[in-house]
């Protein structure tokens, strides 16, 4: 006859198991989506169309009048 601590251990162990076998399997999924990465287009170093866009004040912005300057465009799109 099995005592009710020995029970009590194996159901621990067991638990344990179980939980180690759930981790596991979780990271093995995890590991299996693949995420798919943004998308980065560079043009570093390369020379700009000049364009005209308004600004936020409604008046005209031309890329032109920061000739000599480093430039950084970023486009993203907005829920407006």
Do not use: H
């Amino acid at each position: 006859m099995v005592g009710y601590r020995t029970m009590k251990r194996g159901w621990k162990i067991a638990g344990g198991i179980v939980g180690l076998a759930v981790v596991v399997l979780a990271g093995l999924f995890l590991l299996a989506i693949r995420v798919p990465r943004p998308q980065v287009a560079s043009a570093s170093g390369q020379v700009l169309p000049d364009f005209t866009v308004k600004d936020q004040d409604n008046r005209d912005f031309t890329l032109s009048s920061l000739r000599g300057s480093p430039v950084l465009l970023i486009f993203y799109r907005g829920y407006w």
